[in-house]
């Protein structure tokens, strides 16, 4: 069993950064997969950005890309997204998901096995 916690969300204005990490406990497979996801309210959740275990093989939502950037830490068993030129329209639960064994990184919802509770981004224009 994996258990995922996200921390480092909050409330910035347009133009401003987070970062959000997601800490990981439990076994994986050698070659897996995190990704992140979000919510908005009223709406169906997301794929944002994803990771190979290797730390080399990223995926991005387009929606992000050039603005959000995802790395790992596998020594601390931690991933994170780092925000930028945040908008309005990022606004959402941002969850962290574990994919147990995969070779290529995607924003596909069903090949993630394990999600954490998520956290609160909120951006005021």
């Known amino acids: 069993q994996v258990q995922l916690v996200e921390s480092g969300g909050g409330s910035v204005q347009a133009g401003g950064s987070l970062r959000l990490s997601c800490a990981a406990s439990g076994t994986m497979h050698s070659e897996n997969c995190m990704g992140w996801f979000r919510q908005a309210p009223g709406k169906a959740r997301e794929g944002v950005a994803a990771i190979h275990s290797g730390g080399l093989s990223t995926y991005y939502a387009d929606s992000v890309k050039g603005r959000f950037t995802i790395s790992r830490d596998n020594a601390k068993n931690t991933v994170y997204l780092q925000m930028n030129s945040l908008r309005p329209e990022d606004t959402a639960i941002y969850h962290c998901?574990?994919?147990?064994?995969?070779?290529?990184?995607?924003?596909?919802?069903?090949?993630?096995?394990?999600w954490g509770q998520g956290t609160q981004v909120t951006v005021s224009s």
């Open positions: 998901a574990a994919d147990y064994y995969c070779t290529a990184p995607s924003l596909r919802r069903d090949f993630y096995d394990y």
